[in-house]
């Protein structure tokens, strides 16, 4: 792996030597894009990173305790893009740098670090309809498939790390309807190993399933903005987007579908059927944004058992989430936001109690998601009674 990693290095810093004397793209577009010479071929490669600082207080005995504070580096990213052969097969391929990225080797990862976020790609063989082909984000949540480097907040809600079904390798079919100019439908529908990405060993348990459906009907947001935080373009209309997604996992052998752990049992793997629903909403105008998601999650059996039916401690994360968040880009691209989560896994299940969590945030874009500084504050309660104090501040520089 060291050698592989000394490659790339070898390969960036020989692109970057050969083009001290090119004119690069504008801030924000890559670092390099390249045509082929007989147009047959091309390649866009950006990197970008995110710098965060966190702190945090737990309550108890009627009081904040000391404080724990923890500097990372959260995301540092390379990004490859273009088309091959034709501009109708057009690719992606993202590689995750930072150990936040690359945790999670295990033997089901050949015990290696998980570099490969995305690597895709995506053949639009007739008129609307486009076939995905590798390893992405499936059609789930909005808020998972907002890019990390387009957040309104530091990061993610408390929602999106309980429910979402984040990326896995197979195919995805993609179709869009343009009903008139102001009314669009989007249609998803994927087929994946189900276990989540980077899987070496094989399929363990059966197939995923998602299908997601969106409507548009006051039209097409300016700047891909139904996936991207905040209304930075500051639409001069109402823009409305409506989404539910179905992700139906057969036989999962982990705990939160094709997520989360493992469930071992006297034979291997317990398996069940799990399902999961989310439903979303994101309006934008003159900008204000306004960003709503709620999930469900429910499972055949949600307690593993081992062949004899004792439990062997596993449990299926059923349940339910709802997010809520809003904010506001101020005409110097200073941005406010507030949000709101709570989570209500089934305690008799899980053994969890209602967790919610408050987050006031505040946003300076400089070069909008491209270069910013983002901080928040989050207050999060648990049963009532576990309360903690969260502050983060963050840079993200995207070339």
Do not use: C
């Not at 990173?49 to 009627?62: A, K």
């Not at 400089?366 to 963050?394: A, C, F, P, W």
């Amino acid at each position: 792996m060291k050698i592989k990693m000394l490659a790339l290095i070898m390969v960036l810093s020989a692109v970057s030597v050969g083009a001290q004397d090119v004119e690069g793209p504008k801030f924000g577009k890559g670092i390099l894009n390249i045509v082929g010479k007989d147009s047959t071929w091309s390649m866009n490669f950006s990197a970008r990173m995110q710098l965060l600082s966190t702190t945090s207080w737990d309550y108890s005995d009627d009081t904040y305790g000391k404080a724990s504070s923890n500097f990372l580096v959260r995301r540092a990213r390379l990004k490859f893009s273009g088309f091959a052969y034709s501009p109708k097969l057009k690719y992606k391929m993202e590689l995750g740098l930072s150990n936040r990225d690359i945790s999670g080797a295990s033997e089901f990862t050949g015990n290696s670090p998980n570099y490969i976020l995305d690597a895709v790609v995506m053949w639009n063989f007739y008129e609307n309809f486009e076939l995905w082909a590798g390893q992405t984000k499936l059609p789930g949540n909005r808020e998972r498939v907002i890019s990390s480097a387009n957040l309104q907040l530091v990061d993610r809600s408390l929602l999106n790390s309980r429910f979402n079904i984040d990326r896995d390798m197979g195919l995805q079919l993609r179709h869009h309807i343009d009903v008139s100019e102001s009314f669009v439908i989007k249609e998803m529908f994927a087929v994946s190993q189900g276990e989540g990405r980077n899987v070496t060993t094989g399929n363990l348990g059966g197939h995923q399933y998602t299908g997601r459906v969106e409507i548009l009907p006051l039209g097409e947001f300016e700047g891909k903005g139904d996936y991207s935080g905040g209304d930075l373009k500051r639409e001069s209309t109402p823009k409305l987007a409506l989404g539910a997604t179905y992700d139906f996992n057969n036989n999962a052998v982990k705990n939160r579908s094709n997520q989360g752990s493992y469930m071992a049992n006297d034979l291997g793997f317990y398996e069940t059927n799990i399902s999961t629903l989310f439903i979303d909403a994101m309006f934008n105008y003159k900008g204000l944004s306004i960003m709503a998601e709620y999930s469900n999650r429910d499972a055949e059996d949600a307690i593993a058992k081992n062949s004899d039916g004792t439990a062997t401690g596993d449990t299926v994360q059923v349940g339910n989430g709802f997010n809520v968040q809003s904010g506001y880009v101020f005409p110097s691209n200073w941005e406010v936001t507030g949000r709101y989560t709570t989570i209500d896994l089934d305690q008799n299940i899980t053994g969890k109690d209602v967790e919610n969590q408050y987050t006031l945030g505040l946003s300076k874009y400089i070069v909008g998601h491209k270069l910013k500084v983002q901080t928040d504050v989050s207050y999060t309660t648990i049963g009532g009674e576990n309360d903690g104090l969260m502050y983060r501040l963050q840079l993200d520089v995207h070339f």
